[in-house]
């Protein structure tokens, strides 16, 4: 795919799928229960400090909504509310605030539709962005239609192996209006701060998706090749393909490690032999891509080519549908399991927002 400055070339491709393609169609999100995220923090509160640790319910609204409402029931400042991902509108959320710990505040008082704290701990530090460990997921599809009698076995396939780490269709926005941006971003359009970094998204995780695509089609996604870096599971670190590592095919086996595919920038780590080819070979259908990325001053980075997803269950519904259950680490989204197991019509008509 060419990157080009013309909004008609900026068209998401079907991306390939890992476990030879959909086993049917289902629906999704037609209830608001039928999308029910946790955050998974991975530590607990500290019981002192200047914030509160506040575990607080979403119901239809957003994360920055939560947060306004939050600050103003708190007499606080918006910017001074912490939170470590931004969760779904359309969905029943449960996830980790941080408020200055103000003398008097009562959260059993908060009156807001779609918002409720349900604890309330004191903690040292504000949260950040992207501080969590994970998210818990329970979703429901309805309306199931195609080869159900091999579900199980896609499952287990998934459980055992993981799935392709892709960035779900949200990080493109809504009717792909990020991919927009990206037009004004390559032509040198200023943006505000919020839009410039949603383009700058979207144009690397179309890189990186694309890098993806083309090691599922030679089939090494979950193999390492010459020259990858190979990421902790779940961590940010990254270190370089040994093949004289004796362990290193039992810890890919146990989904410890992955190889890893770039987000395009400045670099940061030379890339070598077949991944540096084959990562180049991508970036030369992006040519305007580095440097604009070079010149908003973005440095490289890496993901993980694939996605564990843990503790994974299902249940049929007594009316016909399928509850799933699992976990993932921070920036995996639940559609890339979803899409390899059905072809989703999302009934509530929207891309499902970002989680992180």
Not at 96 to 119: E, I, K
Not at 253 to 271: A, F, N, S
Request: one cysteine or more; a negative charge.
């Amino acid at each position: 795919m060419i990157l080009e400055t013309s909004v008609d070339r900026l068209i998401l491709p079907e991306w390939p799928h890992w476990f030879g393609g959909p086993l049917g169609d289902a629906n999704y999100r037609e209830r608001l229960e039928d999308f029910e995220v946790e955050e998974v923090l991975g530590f607990s509160a500290d019981g002192e400090g200047p914030h509160e640790l506040l575990w607080v319910e979403k119901r239809g609204t957003n994360t920055a909504f939560a947060a306004q409402a939050l600050a103003k029931h708190a007499g606080a400042a918006e910017r001074d509310v912490g939170y470590a991902g931004l969760k779904d509108r359309h969905a029943l959320t449960r996830q980790y605030f941080t408020v200055p710990a103000l003398a008097g505040v009562d959260w059993d008082q908060l009156n807001v539709a779609g918002v409720r704290v349900l604890g309330a701990q004191r903690h040292r530090r504000k949260l950040r962005r992207g501080c969590h460990q994970g998210n818990r997921f329970r979703l429901v599809l309805r309306q199931l239609r195609g080869e159900l009698d091999t579900l199980d076995g896609r499952l287990a396939e998934i459980a055992e192996r993981g799935v392709p780490n892709y960035f779900g269709p949200q990080r493109f926005g809504r009717g792909g209006a990020n991919l927009r941006l990206v037009e004004g971003l390559i032509a040198g359009k200023r943006f505000p701060r919020s839009k410039r970094g949603y383009a700058i998204s979207a144009l690397r995780s179309l890189v990186f998706n694309d890098v993806l695509a083309e090691r599922i089609r030679q089939g090494n996604i979950d193999l390492p090749i010459a020259g990858d870096l190979l990421q902790l599971d779940a961590r940010g670190s990254w270190f370089r393909f040994d093949s004289d590592d004796l362990e290193l095919a039992s810890r890919l086996q146990r989904l410890e490690i992955h190889p890893t595919g770039p987000l395009p920038g400045r670099p940061r780590t030379e890339i070598e032999g077949a991944t540096a080819a084959l990562e180049a070979d991508v970036l030369a259908g992006y040519p305007l891509c580095l440097p604009t990325l070079d010149r908003l001053a973005v440095d490289a980075d890496r993901r993980s080519l694939r996605l564990a997803v843990r503790s994974l269950s299902s249940e049929r519904l007594p009316d016909g549908a399928l509850a799933l259950g699992f976990e993932l680490c921070a920036g995996g989204y639940a559609t890339s399991v979803l899409r390899e197991l059905f072809d989703l019509h999302d009934t509530h008509g929207q891309p499902e927002p970002e989680i992180d």
